[in-house]
């Protein structure tokens, strides 16, 4: 077993930018903000907690990434922005999200409150769901699981076909497995940087 853990002087370095725009608006933040900011790289925040690994097939062991820091990560040139003419997500519900109506419901109201409050001054918009036999995507059965998977990529296509004219991006959301190729297992979700859509299940 082995612990994650980044100190607080690591995680300020990291995610706090030197860029003169950015730097200009965290100066208008008001003091709750800033209480908020600060003591979200506290030892004892929930936010940055210590990460358990279990075992080597543990995803972050399993599937080494290279560090990117929020310099890197605002620089991208791959990154997307929202602007006057696109500037609202999109949530588009795949299959049943529980186990009635009602509950399906709440969960995707729970969602875009979620989505409101962690982009905020963007819009967030609900697309009419579909059954999943509207992506005319490909399927399997897992073989370890049983569980019906669809294919992930093209559930990607399947979004972006369907993104509206107003749409930083498109999201799908289902309670299904989703494989991105027939050698993997499973993926939690897909994303396209360039095409402002993704998955998660």
């Given at each position: 077993m082995q612990i994650v853990r980044?100190?607080?002087?690591?995680?300020?370095t990291v995610l706090i930018s030197k860029n003169p725009a950015l730097v200009a608006q965290y100066?208008?933040?008001d003091a709750g903000e800033r209480r908020l900011m600060n003591e979200a790289f506290l030892?004892?925040?929930?936010?940055f907690g210590p990460i358990t690994l279990h075992s080597k097939s543990d995803w972050i062991n399993s599937h080494p990434e290279a560090p990117q820091d929020f310099e890197e990560f605002f620089n991208?040139?791959?990154?997307?922005?929202?602007?006057?003419?696109?500037?609202?997500?999109?949530?588009?519900c795949i299959g049943s999200l529980g186990n009635t109506r009602s509950v399906s419901e709440e969960y995707v109201k729970w969602l875009k409150g979620y989505c409101e409050a962690f982009f905020y001054g963007l819009t967030v918009?609900?697309?009419?769901?579909?059954p999943v036999s509207a992506t005319k995507c490909s399927f399997r059965i897992n073989d370890d699981t049983q569980?019906?998977?669809?294919?992930a990529g093209q559930i990607l296509k399947f979004l972006k076909k369907r993104k509206p004219e107003d749409a930083f991006c498109?999201?799908?959301?289902?309670?299904?497995d989703l494989y991105p190729r027939d050698s993997w297992n499973f993926v939690f979700g897909?994303?396209?940087?360039?095409?402002g859509a993704g998955e998660v299940d």
């Open positions: 980044h100190s607080e002087q690591t995680l300020k100066e208008k933040l030892p004892n925040s929930d936010l991208d040139p791959y990154r997307k922005t929202p602007s006057a003419e696109k500037h609202s997500i999109y949530i588009q918009k609900l697309l009419e769901p579909v569980n019906l998977q669809i294919h498109v999201v799908g959301i289902t309670m299904i897909q994303a396209s940087l360039t095409d």
